[in-house]
T-cell receptor, first 115, second 111 residues
């Protein structure tokens, strides 16, 4: 089966600019996650979708971050405006399971550098 | 609430065993284990559901003590390919499958 696809692979922007990341999950996976991973740390959940509804976005900085999942498939994560501390790898993952029973399949991530 | 892992780092010689621990301050529904190699995405190893089960494949196994809110990952007869950072992920009871990753344990296997 095809894996989770993410683009772009790398992005360099200046602070206060905007950026968008795209994710295409594994076909049939109902749950989609966006994680932020700062160098040397574990992934931090930003937002979790179940089909096209938001399950958890408690750690999403909503003043600058937004995410949507159209038709319960592809998803985009946007940052506007970016800050230096947003430099990280943004990982998208999908899962066939619900309720904490399913394994997560991660994409290769987008490495964001904010200068 | 982020689970705490110990040790933070460990260096092994090939063939040696290791144990990585993961503990939570809140009631757990499930525990996940992932391995991440440098510059790559995390890869799923196994999931344990509440009920105190133990799982394993090949020479990697894990246990889940629901009462102590702890899980341990056991690596037996380590191989060079086991090197990487290991993360536990926890889903707490009543949190609608929100998976929170731990602090990570960096494992290096040498010849």
């Amino acid at each position: 089966e095809a894996g989770v696809a993410q683009s772009p692979r790398y992005k360099i922007i200046e602070k206060r600019q905007s950026v968008a990341f795209w994710c295409n999950p594994i076909s049939g996976h109902a749950t989609l996650y966006w994680y932020q991973q700062i160098l040397g740390q574990g992934p931090k959940l930003l937002i979790q979708f179940q089909n096209n509804g938001v399950v958890d976005d408690s750690q999403l900085p909503k003043d600058r971050f937004s995410a949507e999942r159209l038709k319960g498939v592809d998803s985009t994560l946007k940052i506007q405006p970016a800050k230096l501390e947003d430099s990280a790898v943004y990982l998208c993952a999908s899962s066939p399971g619900t309720g904490g029973r399913g394994d997560l399949h991660f994409g290769n991530g987008t490495r964001l550098t904010v200068t | 609430q982020q689970p705490v892992q110990s040790p933070q780092a460990v260096i092994l010689r090939e063939g040696e065993d290791a144990v990585i621990n993961c503990s939570s301050s809140k009631a757990l529904y499930s525990v996940h284990w992932y391995r991440q190699k440098h510059g790559e995405a995390p890869v799923f190893l196994m999931i344990l559901l509440k009920g105190g089960e133990q799982k394993g494949h090949d020479k990697i196994s894990a246990s889940f003590n629901e009462k102590k809110q702890q899980s341990s990952l056991y690596l037996t007869a380590s191989q060079l390919s086991y090197s990487g950072t290991y993360f536990c992920g926890t889903v707490h009871t009543g949190t609608a499958s929100k998976l929170t990753f731990g602090t990570g344990t960096r494992l290096q296997v040498t010849l």
